[in-house]
């Protein structure tokens, strides 16, 4: 799979693009999604579905976290 993807003029990132934007473990990525921190835009089905979110959603929480800083 690509690191990002295009749709409907939205730029989409997996979870391992989307933490490294962020400069945190994945792991530490995916507990935030678990609570709610943010929401993927889509999600494939089963135990393991891949999930998908806005690049500007995970930039705008980058900025935020680092504002907080």
């Known amino acids: 799979m690509c690191d990002s993807l295009r749709m ?25 999604v678990a609570d709610g921190v943010i929401a ?3 999600e494939t089905p089963g135990i393991r579905g891949a999930k998908v ?3 500007g959603d995970v930039e705008k929480l980058a900025k935020e976290k680092a504002q907080a800083s």
């Open 8 to 32: 409907r003029d939205e730029t989409l990132v997996g979870s391992e693009e989307a933490s490294r934007i962020l400069g945190i473990h994945r792991a530490t990525f995916l507990r935030w």
């Open 40 to 42: 993927p835009v889509h």
């Open 53 to 55: 979110f806005r690049r």
